[in-house]
């Protein structure tokens, strides 16, 4: 898109750098290989990172770090929908209905990180390392993608236990 952008005289030169998120995204895509373990281990330790990498930096690379956690999400909710259901026999339908209603606890997360965006007005700038409180505000999506990873983690163990091996389980059902 960017280098059909580019020929076609728009200037795209400040949107090259975030190529490099695309190609991190498709590689951890790749390394992961469809398993939803594997997955949301790889995308919750990379959305860690990109997250501490856009909280230590500032401007357009703190931009990009930050927009990446989007394209992270996109893959991770698969994943957590999979193992969340796996194994449940005849209450998968049922679980599948409170997964979805479950959805609106993501509501949740933008006003906490609200209220420390907001905190501005309270508290001055520059008392964190000359951050502003909106910046500061990334810690909660850090909270959240190390929190996934932990699932991600816990949820095979879970699994394991039961006797399920997911990774496996898919790949029999696929062919």
């Known amino acids: 898109i960017l280098f059909v952008n580019r020929l076609s005289g728009n200037k795209v030169d400040d949107l ?77 339908a049922q679980a599948s209905g409170f997964l979805i209603m479950m959805i609106l606890g993501g509501a949740f997360i933008p006003p906490v990180q609200g209220m420390i965006c907001d905190m501005e007005n309270d508290i001055p700038k520059g008392i964190v390392g000359g951050m502003s409180w909106t910046h500061i505000s990334y810690i909660i999506p850090v909270l959240c993608f190390g929190y996934l990873t932990f699932y991600a983690f816990k949820s095979k163990a879970v699994l394991k236990k039961q006797g399920i091996d997911h990774d496996s389980m898919l790949n029999e059902t696929s062919h």
Do not use: D, Q
């Not at 790889?42 to 357009?60: E, H, P, Q």
């Not at 990009?64 to 996109?74: E, H």
């Open 16 to 92: 090259w750098v975030y190529a490099i998120n695309i190609i991190v995204l498709v590689a951890g895509f790749l390394y992961s290989n469809e398993k939803p373990v594997k997955t949301l281990i790889t995308f919750g330790i990379l959305g860690v990172v990109f997250m501490l990498i856009g909280l230590a930096n500032t401007g357009r690379i703190a931009t990009y770090a930050f927009i990446s956690g989007g394209l992270f999400c996109s893959i991770m909710w698969p994943c957590i929908f999979s193992l969340s259901i796996a194994g449940l026999k005849h209450y998968t």
